[in-house]
């Protein structure tokens, strides 16, 4: 069991570099201009700035908001390195390790999925506020997997154990999601379209 979640956790730190890897090369090749450096500079600077303050609040994560926001606005790909870079940024005040990664890949994918079904997510106000509510579930699943490696012995019990504890903590995380994506879509939605039509337009 010990051999096999060390095989997994491994792949996941492989499939989350190569992802993150590919998604910058791909941003690399496109040549974007300085218009654009700043926009991401500011969505991150915004989505860390959502962080912070409610860092010492377990499960509310202010920046999953700002962060899906910025996939249904901009695109997955924004949306996708403004998660990446969001744990980067916020590591560096709060502290950096190997978890950075699979915050990375969860913040990552959350801006990516976003992007993907922005225009569903833009027209129903519920299924937006499920989506948020889901992430909540998905980031922390995402980012347990880094709680593996304070196991002494890691069996199906302990990773279950894992998974039960962060509940309330993803369940608090999902509700603020929802909340947030219900009262402050329409006056960030405003705002980051009057961005976007500064800097991409």
Known sequence: MEYLIFICFSIALLIIIGITVLVFRVFEKSEPNVEYLVLI???????????????????????SFIIIMTGIVFGKKI??????????????????????????????????????FSCKLEKNRYLRAGFGFSWGFFYGWITNIAMLTFINNINLTAVLSIYFISFPFDLVHGITNAILLTLFYGLFLRIFMRIKKKHII
Request: charged share 0%; aromatic share 10%; hydrophobic share 55%.
């Open 41 to 63: 500079a500011l969505l991150v600077a915004i989505s860390v700035m959502g962080t912070l303050p409610t860092a010492a609040i377990p499960g509310v994560q202010a920046a």
């Open 79 to 116: 949306g996708y390195i403004t998660g990446t870079l969001t744990a980067i940024v916020t590591g560096l005040f709060i502290g950096l390790g190997y978890w950075t990664l699979f915050q990375m890949l969860g913040w990552g994918l959350m801006g990516l999925s976003s992007g993907i």
